[in-house]
């Protein structure tokens, strides 16, 4: 694994600093470092959705530079074994062109309620990673759904992880790209009232980050 180069995608849009910079801190505290960190926070050329705009430049950008890329978004939590855990799959399973995990745990901290969703042929985009030197046909610059196109036409396979590895939050911060941020609240069928899921599977910064955070 040490001669492995792992690049990070992060899509920004500078409208949610303080989960940037939490992002970052997950970032630092990783057991294996990423080669290169791409904060793909360049202006916004319109005022739609633009985050398949921000992977498709920033891919472009990084991909001569590393073997592989883990999309990384700004305000979802990640376990400091995140990296470690995607690349060693990636590696054990040959190298495929598409790699993630098959469940991913949403949290929604207005409401402190939580589900997990399913999906064995396909990973979130928060849960990717993308071998690098691809051909990929990017769908348009606003399409909110990158990773549905990304596994749809590339060849790839999902792990279920030993343990929870990450958790994408709901929040109402800045620009989200689909729609459960601030609606479809119905899903959210697991009570966390107390915050004790989050403080049994975070680290204690990362559970005083998220415990604090409120819907905008």
């Not at 294996?32 to 926070?41: A, F």
């Not at 633009?50 to 999309?71: F, G, K, M, P, S």
């Not at 990717?128 to 990773?147: A, C, F, G, N, Q």
């Not at 060849?155 to 990450?166: A, D, E, M, Q, V």
Request: hydrophobic share 35%.
């Amino acid at each position: 694994m040490n001669n492995i180069k792992v690049g990070i995608i992060i899509p920004d849009r500078n409208d949610r600093p303080l989960f940037l910079n939490n992002c970052l801190r997950m970032i630092q505290n990783q057991t294996l470092q990423p080669y290169q960190v791409v904060l793909m926070n360049d202006e916004p050329i319109t005022d739609k959705c633009d985050i398949t705009w921000r992977y498709r430049l920033a891919y472009e950008r990084i991909q001569n530079d590393v073997d592989c890329v883990i999309l990384i978004e700004n305000d979802d939590w990640y376990h400091p074994e995140y990296i470690q855990t995607m690349v060693n799959q990636w590696i054990l399973n040959g190298k495929p062109e598409i790699i993630g995990t098959n469940y991913t745990i949403y949290y929604h901290v207005g409401i402190n309620k939580h589900f997990t969703m399913n999906h064995k042929r396909r990973a979130s985009a928060m849960n990717t990673l993308l071998k690098t030197k691809l051909d990929i046909k990017w769908p348009v610059d606003h399409e909110p759904y990158t990773d549905l196109h990304l596994w749809k036409q590339l060849n790839g396979l999902t792990f279920h992880p030993n343990k929870i590895i990450s958790i994408g939050i709901k929040h109402g911060v800045g620009m989200c790209g689909g729609k459960n941020h601030t609606c479809s609240f119905y899903r959210y069928i697991n009570d966390d009232s107390n915050k004790q899921f989050l403080k049994q599977n975070m680290d204690d910064e990362s559970f005083k980050f998220y415990s604090n955070l409120k819907q905008n």
